[in-house]
């Protein structure tokens, strides 16, 4: 009989601290083998130089010019690192790329907005709470403050939690799938093979890499040294942190 894939929404979040049972654990491995494997084409293609058109044009391109986004933005600046910061505008931009070459209709200031703050708490690691249900309590939290309605500073929260989900990616009209799969192509290369070379190059350019995956492996560790039974400790028992060392980048 199959393992249902676990539920892991905004209840569970809040409920658990991001900590898995060891049901919870055995389900997210049986998924994690069907999304490893999807990374293979996307590799082939790459080496062997074909590589889709999907892009935004950056010079154009239009951010949510709303209250709570702008503050989102301030926030972002004065709380993540650069390599972090950067890695955030990025996870948009892929997503909202992505988003746009499958047709997908998604919430700009939601996805925006969620997409900067998802790694809010990824520098600063809470004992025994998952950095994404810390970070999206308080994105959630930050929301309301600045004037958010309740359903969607809930829904900023939730993308928040959920990015780290296996599956969420495959989701992009989700807020958390929307998240998860701009910072699975950063982070894993990930459909990566679907944008164009030159508009990534551009993108580098303009929000940089910094050192990008030797920092991230530092802070997936030090998470997994604080939350032993969250998802990063667990994705890490996977051999997560070398799919990182592996992505398609130079840092």
């Keep these: 009989m199959p393992i249902a894939t676990p539920t892991l929404d905004w209840d569970w979040a809040t409920r658990s601290g991001g900590n898995l049972t060891a049901a919870e654990r055995r389900a997210l491995t049986v998924g994690l083998v069907r999304v490893v494997p999807a990374l293979v084409p996307g590799r082939i293609r790459q080496a062997l130089g074909r590589r889709g058109a999907g892009r935004l044009d950056l010079n154009e391109v239009r951010l949510p010019d709303t209250a709570l986004a702008r503050a989102a933005e301030i926030e972002a600046r004065e709380h993540l690192s650069d390599t972090l910061l950067a890695h955030s505008f990025r996870t948009y931009f892929f997503a909202r790329a992505l988003a746009e070459l499958d047709g997908v209709a998604y919430d700009d200031e939601i996805a925006y907005v969620a997409s900067l ?128 060392k592996l992505a398609p980048f130079a840092e």
Excluded: M, Y
Excluded at 160 to 168: F, Q, S, Y
Excluded at 225 to 232: C, E, S, T
């Design 117 to 244: 703050l998802h790694d809010l708490k990824l520098e600063t690691p809470t004992p025994g709470r998952c950095f994404a249900v810390v970070g999206g309590e308080s994105a959630h939290g930050f929301a309301l403050r600045h004037g958010a309605p309740a359903k969607r500073a809930e829904a900023i929260g939730a993308a928040i939690a959920a990015h780290l989900n296996p599956d969420a990616a495959e989701n992009l009209g989700d807020p958390g799938g929307f998240v998860s799969a701009g910072a699975s192509v950063d982070v894993l290369g990930r459909r990566l093979a679907d944008l164009a070379p030159d508009w990534v190059e551009d993108l580098l350019v303009r929000h940089p890499r910094q050192d990008f995956k030797r920092q991230l492996v530092a802070r997936f560790t030090a998470e997994a040294a604080a939350v032993p039974d969250g998802r990063i400790h667990w994705l890490n028992s996977t051999g997560f942190l070398q799919l990182i």
